[in-house]
Structures are given as C-alpha cells and as structure tokens.
C-alpha cells in the first residue's frame, strides 16, 4: 500500500489544483461515474447531439499511454497480485480492494477495508473508482443472458421476474458487443435452452473467437459425451469456446455499421497500433498491458474526441456525495460534489437529466445518503455477486498453463435446465493459468520447494517443469438469488476521508446457492476422474468466504460482480427503476449499471449492464426532446 | 562483404526485371531491421527512454510492414520472394544499398551517431540526378523505377499477364497486426501503385522534403512523420508540431533523452569473436539459429501460406527476449556486452 | 562497481554459486542484467564477514574437480544445511527465482545481526520479469514479455531455455 500512496502523491503533485468552478452552465445529462456504462450512455449522447458532462471521483490515469504503463509498473512490483493492485488506493475515492476480505466476527463489522461489513459472510467483490472503472481490471468476459435467466420466478420459483424478456434486450445485446469488440463464432457457440433463434439468422461477431488454448483442446477431446446426473436430470457436458471482449482477428464478413466497412479491432488509447490482438500477457486480470482487452478507456476517448454533433467533458477528482431533490415534484435540481486536493468547497453541477453510472454499490449509497428513491424500500438491497468456487487438479501430462487469457473455454452446461428449481445455476471456467488463483502458484511452487521440499539446482528447476505444467483449476460462477436482507445501507459513524458515508454492507448465501455449491463439486469431482486428475482442492475454515453445507465445507471468492442494489421492475412498490433504469420516484433520473438488474443469472453482468445502458440512453434521448 | 546485386536495366522492361528489383526491395527494406532493432533493444527498460523506444520501434514496424508490401507486389505480379538463403542477411558493417556507398551501417547501441546513420539511410529524395546503368542514387528512386516498371508492363504485356498471383497468397490484416499500418492486399496495378505509394510516403514523407508528415493519414493511419523526421525528433529531443516545416527545428513538447542509459554492446559483434562450444558462442548461435528460422518462417508465409504468419510472430517475440539478453551479457571484450549478430545459421550446423 | 579485483572474485563466486543453487547457467543469470544488483543486495543484507565466509565455503566446493553428486552433496552439507549459510542461501534461489526478496528468519537475524534492506518485497519491476521461475515452467511473466496470438494454442513447451 505504501508504494501506492507514493504513487498517487506523484499523480497529485502533478495536478494543478486550481478547478474553474463551474458556472450554472445547464448541462442536458450530468453523470456520474466514468466506467463503462457512463462511457457508453455519454458516446450515445454525443451522437445525438447533446452536452454531456461526466463527473468521475477518480484519476485519469489511464487515458494517457504513459500514465497507463505507470498502472503496469505498479502491477509488476506488487507481490499480490489482486485485480486492484495496479491502481492505487485513493484516500479521497477509496475503493474495496480484496486484501481486506476476512472473516466476520459476530456482532462486530468487518472496517478494515473501504466496505463496512457485518456479514455473517463478506461481501467478496471489488470495483475500480478510475477513469475506465472496474474494465480496467475486469476479465473481459461477454456473454448474454439466457432467455430464462429473465424469468426465474414463474419458470423455477425462485428470485424475480425482470419486466424484459430476453428477445427485448437482444438487439441491444448485439450492438454492446460491437461497441465492445467482441470475439466469437456463433458456429461454435451452444447454450443449454436456446436454439439457432438465440442469435438469429445469419448473426456474426466483429472479431472471431480468441483461439481455444491446449488445455482447452484436451478437456474438449477427453469430456466428449460426458454426463452428468443430477438427480434424475442428464446434463450433457459441452466445453465450449467463451464470447470476450479481446481483439481477435476480426470477421471479414462483419460490415461495421458506423463505418460501413470490415470492422477494424480498436487499439490501445494513445497508441494506434497497440492490442489490435491479445497478445498473451496472462494478466486480464488485473491489466492488460497492451489494451487488447476492452476497457471503457476507449469508448471515453471516442465520446470525449469522436464524431458527433454533442460535446462531452470528463471532470476527475470530483466526488459526488449526493443528489439535489426538489421536495415539490423529486425531480434532481443539481449533483453536489467536491473536488480534490483543494478546499473541499461544496460545488453543484445541473443537468436536464441526470445519470447515475458509479457502480451498484456507489450507485445505491449515493441515493441513500440523498434520502431519495424511498418507495420500494427496494433501494439498496437484493445486492448479488456470482460467488466464485475454485477446485484445482495435477493433470496426468503437462497442459501449457500461464499462457494466453484467463479463460478461453467454458462448460455452460448448468447454465439453465429443470436443476434450477432445486439449487443454483452455474457456469464453469476452465482456468488457464494453473493454480494462479487458489494456490499463488507459481511463486506458492517456488516457495514451498526451496522452503520445504528443500530442493535446489537442477531438480528444483526440473519438478517445478513437472508440477506446475500439469496445474489446471475450474472457477464456477454461482448464480446468487435475490434477497432483500443481502443489502447496502449507510451510517454516519461510518465516513471516508472526504466525509462521504462508506457502504455498509449485510451479506450472506442461501440453501440454493450452497446446494449449487456442492453439485458444482461433485460434477469437478467427476471430471478429474474421467481425466485421471489429482485433485488438490482444499477448503479451510480460515478462509474469508468458508461455509458449510450437508456436512461439507467450501470457500468461495467473489467474482467482481456486483449487482441488484437498484433493480428494475413493472411498478415503483417493489422496484427502483423501470424498464428503461429511469428511477420511478425522480422522472429525470436514470441509474444505470448493474445495480438495475433483477436477477444476475449464470453471466458475468458487464454485457448485459451495456446492452441496457444503450438501451437506456434511447430512453434519455426520447426524454431530452 | 557482401554486396547488394542490382539489376542489369536501369528501367523495367520485364517481368524478370521486375522480380528481380521486388527481391531487391525486399532485401533493402530488410537491411534496416537489425540495426534498428539493435539500437532498440540496446535501450534499457528504465522508463528513460520511453519516447525514444516508441519512435524507434514505431519505424521498425513499418520496415517490417515495406518489406511486407514489396513481398506482396512480387507475390501478385507471379514472382516467389526468398527470404532464406545465406545472402539475404548482410554482413555489417555494410553499405547501404542504392545509395552511392556514402556511408556504411552497423550493428550497434543507441547512441546520437547511430541515430545520425539511420537518418541518412532515410533521407528524402532531393537528388535529380538520373538513376546511373547498375545504380540508383536513392531508395526513392528505385521505387519510382518499379512503380514505372509496372505501369509499363501493364501496358505492354496487358495487366492479366503481369497480375497473375494468386489473391488468397496475399498478406491481408487478417493475419498481419499491430503496427506499420494496414496492410495492402495486391491484386492489381492500382493496389500496386498503392502499395508502393505508402512505402515511399511513410519513409520519406509525403511530397519528399516539402511536408514532414508520411501521407499514412490517407490510408486510415494517424497523423505521423516520416521516418526521417521521426529520427531527427530523438536527436533534438522534440516532437514536431503541426505546421512545422521540414528545414527547420522541430517545435512541439520536448522529451528527455537519456544516451547513457543503454546496454553497451559491442559494435558488429560476429558469432566467430568466441570459441565454439563456448558458452556465448553458443548464445549467439542459438539466437542466430532462432532468427535464421524466423527469415524461414516469413519465406513460407510470404509465398503463398499467410497464417504462418502468426507463428513467426511469436518467433519474433521470443527473438527479442533473446536479443535483450544478449545485450545484458558482458563480452569479456573491454567494457562492453554481447549483443545478437544476425547472421544465417541453419537448423541442422 | 566492481572496483577491486578481490571483489570481481566474491562477485564471480556470487554467480557461480546462484548457478548451482538455481540449476541455470551462470550466462542465463548475467542475461537478466540482474547479477550485480542481487549481489550488492544480498552483500548489503549478509555484510563482509559473511560474504567472505561464503565465498571461501564455495571456493572450498568449485575449486575442485567434484562429480556432480559429490559436489550437489557438498552444497547441500556446507551450504544448505548450514545455520549460517543456509536461510541465505534459499532466500537467494527464491530471489533468482521470483525477483522477490523473502527475509531471513528471525532467529538468524537474532544470531547474524539484521539489516533493513531485509524486508520482504519485489525488488523492481524488472526483477519482477526477469523471475527464472517462468523460464523454469516454460511460460512467460504475467503481464510481461508476451509470446504473441494464439501461442497458447500449442501444445506445451518441453525446451526448458
């Protein structure tokens, strides 16, 4: 931490202190929060014609080359490698890092960390507050919510129904995953539940999908026509190859309708010929050093510097600490912020309409401490992540890990099927990097063969060959229903630096979700039999995120997901948002992010939170007429 | 030393001419990539250097990209670049090729003579002289004579019997990325001219000597300046404007440029300064080996088998890990390090 | 620097010995650019005396023309064993392996003396790349040195340089 206070006093010190205050200049859209969403309803906006400004708490380190490789500097010198460790902690917009993930003790919150936690579990997740948010460090991983993902209550009878289909959301779909610059082949895509109308006729993705890795190409050859019996449900086991935002060699056939020509990957900001493919650093998460990997830097370039008729400002270093309501009618009369370093002078910015896109936590704290959106009592809660449940194996021969992306293929075979009305839906990563995650390998390997194993020379250097090249793991993402005791809530004893209120934080999982765990073990359990695995999987009480279900024990992880705390529905007694993320107690409102979602399915939720910011920006745009 | 074979004609009057000046071409746009990379990987990774790696590396990949070009045209117009064979590789310290022997070009670190060098291997055309019988005076000029060559044997020959390669042979941005700019599929006289258009424009400059910009911003690419001025930048420790002119100094935001902070690697460092069996010699010829089958790799993928390309990409990548390396090892020769000799070794020696 | 021809001697000793505790030839070691540093840091950490003691333990080991075996026995007996020269000797192989320093255990310091360049940390982002555990498993640093698209697709490397 001490080298990232450096870093960010370096950053500071480099800052002329002196903002302009803004005049009562009218803005049409005030939002907050330059992450992916913000960047995208901003974009919309400025193709439509509109003024724009993006207030944003954190640093724009990443829009200048060499800010970003600063970012790299601080990653390579940090001995654990969480996904926040290259961006520094910042005092004035502290952000929850997973090194202060523990244990809760009864009756006493969790404060080590920016999140106040009272449990009983920790909340495992953590965002990014920088210009580019949390795709700064995020996977890049794209796929679409399944057509029942949407409609878990009359389908399985758990969670919500979301007030949208699946086929509503699709066009929107296809457009975020052009904005995004999504590798795939529809050809090489199966979902349990969906047919060839999933992606409709003649579909295409910009970029062909990111090579399948060799691990992928075993696991392929050795599972065909496995089965996996739950219960009395055959679940036919499929690896498949995973939709990212990554660039890839793009689609010849793939007309971009913005330029009318073959769509061309987009590069490094800065930097015009850099991360036109993945190059295979091995470090998505938490940076990827030549910006294959999407991250919402490039579409804040192209709102702030791109064609359109509107004009987009980004201001850093300004934290919003809550909202302006008029009493008569709850409309949104200002943003009141402060800037840093300087005076911490209240200052308004105005709009016509305003857009919270801070993330769902910021999101939901924001509303809270402006005693807003209180007719639901929904605001705030039914918070969500995908908790994250690793088992790790020694393969019989050596399978190439630490190289190429996180993950390159899935098994989305638990991702929907008659199961749900029993336990979790689950998705499966088939880990490339070893036992990077569960173990720290491979500096863990180093370690405990010098320390331990007491092996030097020639044979350290030859069973560090022979272990570590045989290491593979499987991370499953664990669909989390809604509850609305999971909630974030704020308490003045419970303030930041700047004085803005800190999330405070009630979490926990269900039956559903721990019986998801332990069929999602048992299938682990099946297939390193079938591949002649060693399994090494352990799980210690000690661990943050440990449970125990029908006398067994598991941990999980968060996955970085972080949804629900605003969710959108058909009627304003039980939801925050309608359909559109328009906020049913302040008509010029708008919270955009995950935070609206209903439920989180099998999915990582960043696609879907895009397809609904464009979806959501049409909505602003209709509204601004 | 090896010596650089030009044509017989000084003008195209055939295709047999004409492959022979697109081999040439290829050789010539080769000739600068490893003193070039040389003086790149010789700066250290310190951060002190940052912008002057990034001009160097930025002019490497447009090399790579002419030779590319030039390999395209020859591929389109029915020849087979070769790009394996002992002579392909020049033995430095060597002349540069159609330049009158005015100077000679080495393998050797960053330094401001160095950069002197690569200036005067990417000087603009500003010579009228006429091209001599087995000479020509400038780069420049030996592309006016192909472009010239090939508008006349499309006329002569008619352009079905002068464009009868394959389409599918060619080098497209399918698999050809990150860097030098898109590259241009072959498959006619216009794409030709084109082709040869944007090696000229991005080494020399647009309108040669009148503007400082390549004309890459036709072809989609950002605004940049030719590889002439993009070296004059390092030496001033300065970026140029927009609406600076080429005689004078360059007047954008200034960059810091640290000489010192290199790899000190011996000047045209030959595999043969060391023993055999000696544990550099062997270093050396394993990276002389590794680049010997990268020129094997680029040979197959450019006649005709363009996904190969992305295998010698990653041989490109390990090469460069080799070579830094390389230039971190101590010689043992005074106060300098190894440094990679470029030179042909089959797998098999 | 290496001003004194005595201390060219420790430094090449140095090597030799990260050479055989490592299982890597000493040309990969000088190939990181990292030697110096990494004696002037474990100098620093262990000081003169018991640099000079290491250097004449070693010198005892190489000087002779040992089998292999023998001269892995040795070091394990003289070197690795040793109460002195033992935890430095491991921090060492960790430090060429991960480009990290892991401290000496307290009771060495209790007994040897401590010194506040033994601190646990990754020395720089260049020992961070230069880590030999990557080469030893035949991959690449996370986030850098990246081998190129689609490289993952090959089967795994069984070369080990």
């Known amino acids: 931490m001490e080298v990232g206070l450096n870093l960010l006093r370096r950053i500071l010190d480099k800052r002329n202190p002196n903002l302009k205050a803004l005049k009562t200049k ?449 991370g499953f993402l664990i669909e989390q229903i809604p509850q609305t005791s999971n909630r974030v809530t704020i308490d003045p004893n419970h303030v930041d630096a700047m004085g803005n209120y800190r999330p405070v934080i009630y979490y926990n999982l269900s039956e559903y979700e721990l019986a998801g765990f332990a069929t999602a073990k048992s299938f682990s359990d099946q297939v390193f039999q079938r591949l002649g695995a060693a399994q090494f999987t352990s799980y210690a009480p000690s661990d943050p995120g440990f449970v125990q279900y029908e006398g067994m024990g598991y941990s999980f992880h968060g996955s970085g997901h972080i949804v629900g705390t605003h969710r959108m529905g058909n009627h304003a007694h039980d939801s925050v948002v309608s359909k559109t993320q328009k906020c049913w107690d302040h008509q010029n409102l708008y919270l955009v992010g995950c935070g609206s979602m209903p439920t989180i399915g099998t999915s990582n939720p960043t696609l879907t939170m895009a397809a609904l910011a464009l979806q959501a920006s049409e909505s602003i745009t209709n509204d601004l007429r | 030393m090896k010596k650089v074979e030009s044509p017989k004609d000084p003008q195209i009057t055939t295709l047999e001419s004409l492959y022979k000046h697109l081999q040439l071409a290829i050789e010539v746009e080769h000739f600068t990539i490893p003193p070039y990379l040389c003086a790149l990987y010789s700066i250290k990774d310190d951060g002190r250097n940052r912008v002057a790696a990034e001009l160097i590396q930025s002019v490497v990949m447009e090399e790579m990209l002419h030779m590319t070009l030039a390999s395209n045209i020859l591929l389109a117009v029915g020849g087979r670049p070769d790009l394996h064979h002992s002579n392909f590789i020049p033995t430095y310290p060597e002349h540069m090729p159609h330049s009158d022997k005015k100077f000679t070009v080495s393998l050797e670190k960053f330094s401001k003579s160095a950069i002197k060098t690569f200036m005067k291997i990417e000087k603009p055309e500003t010579s009228k002289a006429k091209p001599e019988a087995h000479n020509y005076h400038t780069i420049a000029q030996f592309y006016d004579a192909v472009l010239e060559g090939l508008e006349y044997l499309c006329r002569t020959l008619g352009p079905d019997k002068v464009f009868t390669g394959k389409k599918h042979h060619q080098i497209t941005n399918k698999y050809y990325y990150g860097g030098g700019g898109r590259v241009i599929p072959v498959i006619d006289l216009k794409s030709a001219m084109h082709a040869v258009e944007e090696i000229k424009e991005q080494g020399e400059g647009h309108i040669a ?141 | 620097m290496l001003v004194e021809k005595m201390d060219k001697k420790k430094f090449d000793n140095f090597l030799l010995l990260s050479s055989k505790l490592t299982g890597f030839p000493k040309l990969d070691l000088l190939g990181t650019g990292l030697a110096l540093d990494y004696y002037d840091l474990v100098k620093s950490i262990i000081g003169d005396t018991i640099l000079d003691q290491l250097y004449n333990a070693g010198i005892e080991i190489f000087s002779k023309d040992h089998e292999v075996t023998l001269e892995e026995e040795y070091i394990r007996d003289k070197i690795l064993s040793d109460s002195k020269f033992g935890p430095v000797a491991r921090s060492m192989i960790k430090l060429w392996y991960l480009g990290q320093w892991d401290p000496l255990p307290a009771g060495w310091r209790a007994e040897f003396g401590s010194h506040t360049e033994d601190t646990g940390r990754i020395i720089s982002s260049e020992s961070y790349q230069e880590g030999l555990v990557w080469v030893a498993i035949a991959a690449h640093p996370m986030g850098a040195k990246q081998p190129g698209f689609g490289s993952w697709t090959q089967p795994p490397q069984k070369d080990l340089r």
Not at chain 1, 217 to 245: A, C, F, N, W
Not at chain 1, 266 to 276: I, L, T, Y
């Open chain 2, 209 to 349: 000597g009148k503007s400082i910009y390549d004309g890459d911003h036709k072809y989609g690419q950002p605004r940049e300046v030719a590889h002439y001025y993009r070296f004059n930048e390092i030496l001033e420790g300065q970026s140029y404007a927009p609406g600076d002119k080429p005689k004078k100094k360059p007047s954008g935001e200034t960059f810091k440029v640290h000489w010192n902070s290199v790899y000190r690697m011996r000047k045209n460092p030959k595999a043969g300064d060391y023993d055999p069996g000696s544990p550099i010699r062997e270093k050396m010829d394993e990276f002389n080996r590794s680049y010997t089958k990268l020129l094997a790799l680029l040979d197959h993928s450019f006649s005709g088998h363009p996904s190969v390309l992305l295998q010698a990409v990653q041989l490109m990548y390990s090469l460069k890990y080799k070579a830094v390396a390389l230039m971190k090892i101590p010689s043992g020769k005074g106060n300098t390090t190894v440094g990679p000799s470029f030179e042909f070794l089959p797998e098999s020696t």
């Open chain 1, 26 to 474: 009218v803005y049409d859209v005030v939002i907050v929060g330059a992450g992916i969403s913000g960047a995208l309803v901003a974009a919309q906006l400025k193709r439509k014609g509109k003024s724009v400004l993006i207030l944003e708490a954190g640093l724009d380190e990443g829009l200048k080359p060499s800010s970003y490789q600063d970012y790299l500097e601080h990653f390579y010198t940090q001995e654990v490698k969480v996904p926040n460790s290259p961006y520094p902690n910042n005092p004035n917009a502290p952000q929850s890092n997973v090194l202060d993930i523990q244990k809760i003790e009864p009756g006493t919150p969790d404060v080590s960390g920016y999140y106040v936690q009272y449990g009983p579990l920790p909340f495992s997740s953590t965002n990014t507050r920088a210009v580019g948010g949390t795709t700064l460090h995020w996977l890049g991983i794209c796929l679409r919510m399944l057509p029942n993902d949407f409609r878990m209550r009359s389908k399985y009878g758990y969670g919500v129904d979301w007030p949208l289909k699946y086929k509503d959301l699709k066009s929107y779909y296809e457009q975020a995953e052009l904005e995004i610059g999504v590798s795939a082949d529809v050809e090489d895509l199966r979902y349990p539940g969906t047919n060839s109308s999933f992606f409709g006729k003649g579909y295409r993705f910009p970029m062909h999908k990111i090579p399948p890795s060799y691990l992928d190409q075993v696991l392929t050859r050795r599972l065909k026509g496995m089965i996996y019996y739950d219960q009395q449900d055959e679940v036919k086991i499929d690896v498949v190859s995973i939709p990212q935002g990554r660039n890839s060699i793009p689609n010849k056939h793939y007309i971009d309708p913005r330029t009318n020509k073959p769509y061309q990957p987009v590069s490094a900001v800065g930097h015009p010929h850099m991360g036109e493919r993945c190059e295979g650093n091995s470090s998505c998460i938490p940076i990827c050093p030549v910006q294959a990997k999407y991250n919402a830097l490039k579409t804040l370039d192209k709102a702030v510097n791109g064609k359109g008729k509107g004009r987009v400002e980004v201001r850093t270093q300004c934290v919003v600490s809550r909202l302006e309501i008029d009493s008569d009618n709850g409309k949104i009369k200002g943003v009141i912020y402060q800037h840093y370093p300087g005076s911490n002078k209240e200052r308004t910015a105005v709009g016509k309409c305003y857009v919270l896109a801070a993330s769902a936590i910021e999101n939901a704290k924001l509303m809270l401490a402006s005693g807003a959106a209180k007719t639901s009592g929904q605001l705030g809660c039914n918070l969500m992540d995908h908790p994250y449940l690793l088992t790790w194996a020694l393969m019989p021969d050596p399978v190439g890990p630490f190289r190429g992306p996180f993950s390159t293929s899935g098994i989305p075979s638990f991702r929907d099927g008659p199961f749900r009305k029993r336990h979790s839906a689950f998705r499966t990563d088939i880990g490339n990097w070893g036992w990077n995650f569960p173990t720290g390998a491979p500096f863990s390997d180093v370690q405990l063969m010098v320390d331990q194993h007491n092996l030097f020379g020639k044979e350290l250097r030859n069973q560090l060959y022979n272990s570590v090249q045989k290491q593979f793991r499987f």
